[in-house]
């Protein structure tokens, strides 16, 4: 299992520049290429899962000399929440990648490039053990997603691509100025450059500089979220961007910012985490953007749009886990992040592929879809029980493992996280309802349904929600290691204190950090 790691992030860049060697005019080649690709860089991703050992620390690590002057290197590693992260970038890669066969006709070279440059930066992400690599990665992101909808999006692309590019640079800034204080710092203290994070760990930061930092991190990573109130430029994105670039979007992109405060902001800066007031600053930015994205979302006449604002709320519910600093709200933040890509990813693809049909986004426009669309209304009905939370469908495992995280913080945390379940099932029934059920109105009456390939598309994200919702507990064993340490270092003896309130409980996760 040497170098695995890099074999599953140099993949698609490696398949991008074969893909340069094809001639433009050879349209169903490039497409081929581009799809085969994709499929093997999932396919070499599966060695991950049956070598990973849920009771060890970062692993398949790789680690050679980059930058020696400045204290960089290629620091490769996976824990459970990179692994979890890395098959989920893997497959949403691929099956992005299906659903663009017939979405897309010009410069189609190009667009595929881009994609496959997005998913070497997209893994680089949750790989890097290296701060300095990892922004390398997490800046790349920007470059291929800003041309993705600037040149195939919709009417408005420009003025939504740029408005992505701005929003997202200003969070990177202020990160990297945490990044360097963090990286000077460590110099002062032990008169070594180093950007590797268990270096940076060792770090001893003054309060009022711990507080400092942890907001230039919160902006970088609350953008990417994005948390309220930063949640502005998603909606134009989504709008804006082809399908598939909605897909990825809000499957994997959004998640690099939940990312990146379990990674660094907690475990690096552990005394500004527990700190009450960012605590209570963190809750209540996350029950404001569950509340208010679903409160958008019913307010919504674009399909695609409502499907965006509801980003907003889930991606609220991961914060909050994440924030409630114990082991059931941040286990329960992971893996309802697993569960926001597979669900707003199916009801993406939904989108795109009505709109391929009849090129609208407007709910009214459709209605009766049901009765010419049968396999199509099955497939929706499915992706919005798992989105809405539905046992026994992956998003329910996420919401009620949330909830109880919640409710040990403050059962205030919990009732306003509730509301936003059951405002979820409103507007997704609403959607349901107005599209699929009623008379059928006459453009839609010779609408085809679902065609093989799109179901090849859809099948494995239906198999995975219902894998999650029926057997959850090999996912929470993955994790189990990684938000023990993530909690212990915010809250040392967090697990030795529950262990002697509770002399008989076994197997915790303290036992396995042992």
């Known amino acids: 299992m040497d170098h695995i790691l890099s074999i599953v992030l140099f ?41 990973f050992n849920p009771g060890k620390d970062f692993q398949f690590v790789e680690k050679a000399s980059w930058i020696p002057t400045l204290g960089a290197s290629y620091h490769l590693g996976i824990d459970g929440l990179g692994l979890l992260l890395v ?24 667009y595929y490039a881009f994609f496959l440059l997005l998913q070497t930066a997209m893994l680089g992400v949750f790989m890097a053990l290296d701060f300095l690599l990892f922004f390398v990665f997490w800046e790349t992101v920007l470059v291929p997603m800003y041309f993705i909808i600037a040149i195939w999006g919709g009417q408005r692309r420009s003025y939504a691509a740029i408005k992505f590019i701005i929003y997202t640079l200003i969070g990177s800034v202020l990160m990297l100025l945490g990044i360097l204080t963090l990286y000077f710092q460590h110099y002062t203290q032990f008169q070594t450059y180093s950007f590797d994070i268990s270096d940076l760990m060792r770090t001893t930061l003054s309060p009022g ?19 309220f ?28 910012g939940t990312y ?7 475990p690096l800066l552990p005394d500004s985490a527990k700190n009450p007031k960012i605590i209570w600053a963190m809750a209540i930015l996350s029950m404001i953007g569950i509340v208010y994205g679903a409160l958008a979302s019913m307010m919504q006449k674009d399909w695609k749009k409502l499907v965006a604002y509801s980003s907003v709320s889930h991606l609220g519910f991961c914060t909050l886990g994440i924030f409630a600093l114990n082991p059931a709200g941040i286990s329960g933040s992971i893996i309802q992040q697993i569960n926001h890509g597979i669900s707003t ?28 669309m049968p396999i199509f209304t099955v497939v929706f009905g499915l992706a919005m029980l798992s989105s809405m939370g539905m046992p026994p469908l992956n998003g329910f495992i996420g919401e009620i493992t949330i909830l109880g995280g919640a409710y040990q913080e403050s059962f205030n945390w919990a ?37 093989w390939r799109e179901i090849a598309v859809f099948a494995p994200l239906v198999v995975w929600a219902f894998w999650i919702g029926l057997n959850p507990q090999p996912y929470f064993h993955v994790l189990d290691r990684s938000v023990a340490q993530i909690v212990e270092r ?23 950090l042992r």
């Open 229 to 256: 109130p930063f949640h502005t430029w998603l909606p134009d994105a989504h709008t804006e961007a082809p399908t598939a670039g909605s897909v990825v979007l809000a499957s994997v992109l959004l998640k690099m």
């Open 345 to 372: 990813g199916m009801l993406f693809l939904i989108v795109g592929v009505v709109y391929e049909r009849r090129h609208t986004r407007e709910i009214a426009e459709y209605g009766g879809l049901l009765k010419v």
């Open 415 to 451: 009732f306003w996280a509730a509301v936003g379940i059951a405002l979820g099932a409103a507007y997704l029934l609403w959607l349901f309802q107005r599209t699929m059920l009623g008379e059928v109105k006459e453009k839609n009456r010779s609408l085809a349904d679902l065609s």
């Open 490 to 512: 915010v809250h040392p003896g967090y697990y030795a204190e529950r262990h002697l309130a509770n002399p008989l409980e076994q197997g915790t996760p303290t036992a396995r």
């Open 11 to 51: 993949t698609p860049l490696a398949g991008m520049l074969v893909l340069f060697l094809i001639p433009s005019s050879k349209v169903r080649a490039i497409k081929l290429w581009a799809n085969a690709v994709a499929l093997v860089g999932f396919l070499v991703s599966l060695p991950l899962v049956f070598e």
């Open 209 to 227: 500089l711990q507080w400092w930092v942890f907001w230039a991190f919160f902006v970088g990573f609350a953008v990417k979220v994005p948390m």
């Open 87 to 110: 098959m989920l970038t893997t497959v949403i890669g691929f099956l992005a990648i299906l659903s663009s066969w017939n979405a897309i006709h010009d410069r189609l070279k190009e």
């Open 260 to 266: 990146g405060f379990l990674r660094f902001s907690l």
